[in-house]
Structure formats: C-alpha cells, structure tokens
C-alpha cells in the first residue's frame, strides 16, 4: 500500500523506543545539541527567559 515508504524502510534504521529528553520540542533540540538535558542548560519553553540557553557551571569539566 505504501511501495515508496517501504522502499525507505528496508535501508534504513528503526527505532522501536525513543525517548524524547525534554517537551516541547525546543528544549528536546536543545538537549540533542548540547548533551545536556533542559532544566541544566536553561531552555524549558519555547519563548521568554524559557528558551535562554545557559551554561551551567555545575556540569562542567573540573580543572586538575
């Protein structure tokens, strides 16, 4: 029923779980980019002081 869809799904990967870290879907970008998850580095919303990305100085690498 769907000949080109199951072209595309022969050669690629599927996924049976996925988790999504943050919602919406800003902060779930946001965390994919940055490796940390939305109530670390800032972005909880999608406009305002909610979508401010930060550093936090918590989780970076210590020094010697």
């Known amino acids: ?21 943050d919602s919406p879907c800003l902060p779930s970008r946001t965390a994919l980019m940055s490796g940390q998850f939305g109530i670390t580095n800032g972005v909880v919303g999608h406009a305002g002081s909610a979508a401010r990305f930060r550093l936090d100085s918590g989780h970076r690498p210590q020094s010697g």
């Open 1 to 21: 029923m769907t000949p080109n869809l199951d072209k595309l799904a022969e050669k690629s990967v599927r996924f049976d779980r996925y988790y999504c870290s």
